[in-house]
């Protein structure tokens, strides 16, 4: 968006929208932009507000200091944003994790892979194979089911599930290969 876009007409906020993205170096956006901040702002100014009224109700003032706005700031920032876990923390659980070897490197050309049981890229699939019937053996079917059928008239779907025939299944081992 280019300077002076009609800056005249923008009203106060939007223009300090504009100027904060300025200061942080973003020169090239869209104008909604600025509208998305500023529902953004809002929102965020009301949830303040009304939590900060609702604290302000509780102690039984009759209107809103800024200990009842702080603690609506603190609670905002409490449930909106997680603090990432201490150093040490993380530190330990780099040390657990590590203490388990990775897997030997299956030895072949080309990228070298752990063994085919630690890896994701093993088949974990199914397919389902249909099984061709003769042209007789589907009007013999097809002659049952309008017997055993009061609809005389089945439906294209009813048509196309019994020219199909049955399928079967064919499965793949998902688990790692066993030796045995």
């Known amino acids: 968006m280019g300077e002076g876009a009609g800056e005249e007409d923008m009203p106060r906020d939007a223009k300090i929208v504009k100027s904060l993205l300025k ?15 500023l529902e953004l702002w809002y929102r965020y100014a009301v949830d303040v507000l009304t939590d900060a009224q609702i604290y302000s109700d509780h102690a039984d003032k009759s209107v809103i200091d800024s200990d009842d706005v702080k603690l609506a700031i603190q609670s905002k920032v409490n449930f909106s944003f997680s603090q990432p876990p201490p150093r040490e923390v993380l530190l330990e659980l780099a040390r657990n994790r590590n203490k388990i070897p990775l897997p030997k490197s299956i030895t072949r050309p080309g990228i070298p892979l752990p063994p085919e049981q630690d890896t994701l890229i093993n088949p974990n699939y199914q397919f ?4 061709k019937q003769s042209k007789q053996a589907i009007e013999e079917a097809e002659d049952d089911e309008e017997a055993a059928d009061p609809n005389p008239n089945p439906s294209q779907e009813q048509r196309i599930d019994a020219s ?3 399928p079967q299944g064919v499965s793949f081992p998902i688990g790692p290969k066993r030796s045995g």
């Open 23 to 37: 200061s942080m170096g973003v020169e090239d956006y869209e104008p909604r932009v600025i509208h998305q901040f």
């Open 128 to 131: 389902a194979i249909t099984k």
């Open 164 to 166: 199909q025939g049955t």
